[in-house]
């Protein structure tokens, strides 16, 4: 939940102190409903308001575009080097795979809608925000009390993307049962541990093997993550025939690290699906 009848269903102090100093300065992108529940320009912002209705009265100084990428590239165009999206769940939804750094604030609560109207997050952002763990480095962790100006508990944190969405892609083109597939992999250094691994390892889709991998190499790329160079070769099983139809239906696929094994994950938009923290 994100809203009720247009508005927060809580006041917390602490988060609108932070959303203020960091948005502060830079271009804020938000689609008409969230605009409209504002109702006021906010101070020392660039608004770039998403909206096909091109009779929309705003504020003057506030700015309109016709599409989320409109939005970014107006920012871009200005200088800006960081532009927020800061609602709604219409937005979140066509930004997150865009994301290369996303600020979090878990409220600890559930809040009743008596019958009003809710705004939620959409299922496709809620699994991306669930399953994005190994190409996101989490930092920066607050907690915030229940207090007098705060409703609830709540924790702040921020994921920063590691490496770029290429890594690891598995397209239709270089998927042959049988024939190896040389594919780049980032660890964070937490997880690595790949001194140790000789030989191959199991390769799973939907828990079930679909190939086999060894290690060839890996480098270091100059920021905390360390990048490896995988041979992955499919073999012939029901499991394996279920990857083929989907990659000839246009999907694509990830390989990403989980533990002590390889995991071939949905690709959507060439933006991942992955693991951590739970919403």
Not at 30 to 40: A, H, L, T, V
Request: hydrophobic content about 35%; overall charge negative.
């Amino acid at each position: 939940m994100i809203g009720i009848d247009g508005q927060l269903p809580w006041h917390l102090s602490m988060d609108l102190q932070r959303f203020k100093s960091i948005t502060d300065g830079h271009t804020v992108i938000m689609g008409r409903k969230c605009y409209e529940s504002i109702g006021k320009p906010l101070p020392n912002r660039k608004e770039i308001v998403v909206t096909r209705n091109a009779n929309l009265k705003v504020f003057d100084g506030v700015s309109k575009a016709k599409t989320l990428e409109d939005a970014i590239s107006m920012a871009r165009d200005s200088g800006e080097t960081e532009a927020f999206i800061i609602g709604g769940a219409t937005l979140y939804d066509q930004a997150i795979g865009m994301a290369d750094r996303i600020y979090v604030t878990v409220v600890q609560r559930s809040v009743p809608d008596y019958g009003h109207e809710v705004t939620e997050i959409s299922e496709r952002t809620r699994t991306y925000l669930n399953e994005m763990s190994p190409w996101f480095r989490q930092h920066d962790w607050v907690n915030c009390p229940a207090n007098m100006l705060n409703d609830y508990k709540s924790v702040f944190y921020i994921l920063d993307r590691e490496l770029p969405c290429n890594y690891g892609g598995i397209y239709k083109h270089n998927f042959t049962v049988g024939r190896p597939i040389t594919l780049k992999v980032g660890l964070n250094y937490e997880t690595g541990g790949l001194s140790y691994w000789t030989g191959y390892r199991s390769v799973y889709f939907d828990e079930r093997v679909v190939g086999y991998a060894r290690l060839s190499g890996k480098e270091d790329d100059g920021r905390g993550c360390m990048i490896a160079t995988v041979e992955f070769t499919p073999i012939e099983n029901d499991a394996t025939n279920t990857l083929q139809q989907l990659l000839d239906a246009g999907m694509e696929f990830t390989l990403v690290r989980d533990e002590d094994q390889f995991k071939l994950l949905h690709l959507i938009g060439r933006q991942h699906y992955f693991g951590q923290p739970q919403f």
